[in-house]
């Protein structure tokens, strides 16, 4: 029961773009047909499913102040955390490598229209982003870090295919020259996340 | 010191039509998250910087050893032991802005601007121009986070760093603060705003289509 509140909180309430900002970047750039905007969402979510789990165990079987202690007892005042960043980084950097091998074999299509945003998945701020609130938000056990991933990964999904849907329809409208393309895709987005706000508060 | 022409425009480009947030689109993450109070833009941009500085630094130093398929993961480890280094010293010297910036100086290591001048600049330059590059990267991106951070403080809460500065009579008089410029959104039509009066400025950065 956790586990789908925390799910349906990180899609709405906490959405990964329209609370935090993060992985803006990708979100603005991707989001110009609705089908690599889906692409790059499921890619986003896999990699946060699995990169959240495998972070969170690090975090505290070898990384947290007193984590290595099943080492035995000299080593129970260990604090590793300044590490956190770079061991972090690295695995996520890794998966990435493996993900984008995976769907190089399996989606030759789906990788030709991702192009070179894949190895950018590695620098999207969700993924890192998503690790570093795990590690503020102390989860229970490994199943509440995977929902966690689970559910930020189909926020973003929803927020990039949302906006790549309103950006389509956007070719056919008149917007003042000097707001064309970004300028008026950061107001769209920004009213965007005024509606997402009307879901803020909200105790599931 | 005279800068040659070149590297004035390495220097100097990213401040105005090259600018890595309104023209490149990298970095707007934390462009808009860190932005609701003046002090925690200024210390980002500082740090973002410096960062990019340095790292420029390294990468172009290392650019002929590193093997074309590992070099992200390379790029990756050199930004996340600056970015560990500076928010170190975030910690011990400014606790408080540390706190507010809470995850946002890890996800340094994810700026855009970082892995983007890293791959567009220092892997193909030395280190000098790589330097330069940075710092006009890093101050690019600061000015935008210190306009915004700027209207964000004075228009939502009235203050500047922290300083009182609407007066108080103002408010007797029935002025309100802008309580929706504390909120997310705000920020992206702040940005939208400067993309707007830049643009009309520059012409030649129009956009064909929307």
Partial sequence: ?????????????????????????????????????????????FVLVITLPVNYLLENYVLKQGALAWLG???????????????????????????EMIIERFSP???????????????????LGGSLFMQQREFVNVGMATAYGFGSGIGWLLAIVGLAAIREKLEYSHVPKPLKGLGITFIITALMAIGFMSFSGINI | MVLSNKTKAVLL??????????????????????????????????????????GNVIISLLRKTIPNRIRIIVQLVVVAALVTIVSEVLKAYVYDVNKQLSVFVGLIVTNCILMGRLEAFAL???????????????????????????????????????????????????????????????????????????????????????
């Fill in chain 2, 124 to 210: 193909g330059n030395g280190p000098w121009p790589s330097f330069l590059d940075g710092i006009g990267n890093g101050l690019g991106y600061g000015w935008i986070l210190v306009v915004v951070g700027f209207f964000r403080e004075l228009l939502g809460s009235g203050t500047l760093l922290g300083h009182q500065v609407i007066p108080q009579f103002m408010y007797d008089a029935g002025y309100v603060n802008n309580g929706l410029m504390m909120l997310a959104p705000m920020a992206l039509i702040l940005v939208a705003v400067i993309i707007w009066v830049h643009r009309s400025r520059n012409r030649e950065l129009y956009e064909q289509t929307n």
């Fill in chain 1, 1 to 45: 029961m956790d586990a789908i509140s925390l799910i349906v909180r990180s899609i709405f309430v906490d959405n990964m773009i329209f609370a935090y900002f993060l992985g803006m970047c990708s979100f603005l750039a991707v989001s110009k047909n609705v089908k690599t905007a889906v692409g790059l969402g499921i890619a986003v979510t």
């Fill in chain 1, 73 to 99: 007892e000299e080593y129970a005042t260990v604090d590793l955390s300044v590490f956190s960043l770079l061991i972090f980084i690295a695995i996520i950097a890794s998966i990435v490598q493996l993900v």
């Fill in chain 1, 109 to 127: 299509s789906l990788y030709a229209s991702l192009g070179i945003f894949l190895p950018l998945i590695a620098v999207n701020c969700s993924i």
């Fill in chain 2, 13 to 54: 480009g990213p401040l105005n039509k090259n600018n890595p947030i309104i023209v490149q689109v990298l970095g707007i993450c934390s462009a808009l998250a860190v932005t609701s109070k003046l002090e925690p833009s200024l210390v980002m941009a500082v740090a973002v910087t410096l960062v990019t500085a340095f």
